[in-house]
């Protein structure tokens, strides 16, 4: 893998900082040392500032999000399964990172929805591009009506990332993915 | 009903501040001029500043939260429909504050969680007394197991007051509604 170039690293930093400490507490000071970039390399990037920085990072997160539910199906031989793994995994990435690693769109987007409207937009085009991804899955493997049931899981792993963090535990999350099971069977 | 006092005043501006905007974008000087108080008397009331009045919003919200609930269960023949009645007046103040009055707790929580000891502490108290209300009010329904289901119904609160936030539209509550009957149904 080539080295990621400045541009890559300031988007990941941005990504990861919003997501353990939320958009408003990090400062472009602190994204620009982050991601170790001259302070002229990181203007050159992102003209438009932290704003312009912060819906690159939506769209990193959104790519990753859909990278991991697109192996969870890809692996799972029901919906059911590629739900379970993918909820494990991510109370396993919630542990790991201490429970501050939830939801790398969730903080951000409670933070700014209604007050930067390119934010907004890009958060609602963010969680339309999970919604349609999931779908599509469900859809392909006959679990109808698919778009309620996408917006079920997404509703599901949301709450269940924000008590779980709340708690320091995976257990809401694992509680969630026995109730996804339980609206897949009953569909 | 007699006057609010200035720690009232003051409490009750945090509460919808953090609901609103969040707890990092909201200044101590916005606080206090946002309750109407001379800066010395808000310093008296709260000598720890923002982090100390955050405990009395987290606090407020918690008893509002639950006065909701308790209501919902109190006018509600079944379980099913306090939940369903609770979730639609959830959406309704959603889309009375321009889908920016949310839950009271989450922005907060996600924001600090493990940022501030002492603001973690009150939030996982708050969401655990929440918790154990719903739990006593399934408990008496006869829906079993009661604490499960209540951390089912406060996970797809959550994550659909997220997402309707997002789509600024309740239908993401409705249909959590309709999903936390079955599970109710199915247990």
Same mark, same amino acid.
């Given at each position: *893998?080539?080295?990621? #170039?400045?541009? =890559?690293? *300031?988007?990941?930093?941005? *990504?990861?900082? &919003?997501?353990?400490? !939320?958009?408003?507490? @990090?400062?472009?000071?602190?994204?620009?040392? +982050?991601?170790? @970039?001259?302070?002229?390399?990181?203007?050159?990037? &992102?003209?438009?500032?932290?704003?312009?920085?912060?819906?690159?990072?939506? !769209?990193? %997160?959104?790519?990753?999000?859909?990278? #991991?539910?697109?192996?969870? &199906? =890809?692996?799972?031989?029901?919906?059911?399964?590629?739900?379970?793994?993918?909820?494990?995994?991510?109370?396993?990435?919630?542990?790991? !990172?201490?429970?501050?690693?939830?939801?790398?769109?969730? #903080?951000?987007?409670? +933070?700014?929805?209604?007050?930067?409207?390119?934010?907004?937009?890009?958060?609602? %085009?963010? &969680?339309?591009?999970?919604? +349609? @991804?999931?779908?599509?899955?469900? #859809? $392909?493997?006959?679990? +109808?009506?698919?778009?309620?049931?996408?917006?079920?899981?997404?509703?599901?792993? =949301?709450? $269940?990332?924000?008590?779980?963090?709340?708690?320091?535990? %995976? =257990?809401?999350?694992?509680?969630?993915?026995?109730?996804?099971? @339980?609206?897949?069977? $009953?569909?």
């Amino acid at each position: *893998m080539p080295n990621p #170039t400045t541009r =890559e690293r *300031m988007v990941s930093a941005a *990504m990861t900082l &919003f997501r353990r400490e !939320g958009y408003t507490a @990090t400062s472009w000071r602190r994204l620009v040392d +982050e991601a170790g @970039t001259p302070w002229g390399s990181a203007y050159h990037h &992102f003209p438009g500032g932290k704003e312009q920085l912060a819906v690159a990072a939506i !769209g990193l %997160a959104v790519d990753t999000t859909l990278a #991991t539910v697109d192996r969870a &199906f =890809e692996r799972g031989e029901t919906a059911e399964d590629a739900v379970r793994w993918w909820y494990r995994k991510a109370g396993q990435a919630l542990a790991a !990172g201490d429970y501050r690693s939830g939801c790398p769109l969730a #903080t951000l987007a409670l +933070e700014v929805v209604n007050d930067s409207p390119v934010l907004t937009e890009a958060c609602r %085009a963010g &969680f339309d591009r999970w919604h +349609e @991804t999931l779908t599509g899955h469900l #859809t $392909a493997r006959g679990c +109808e009506p698919a778009a309620e049931l996408a917006t079920a899981i997404v509703t599901n792993i =949301e709450g $269940a990332l924000l008590l779980s963090r709340v708690r320091r535990s %995976a =257990e809401p999350l694992d509680l969630a993915a026995d109730h996804v099971a @339980t609206l897949l069977r $009953a569909a």
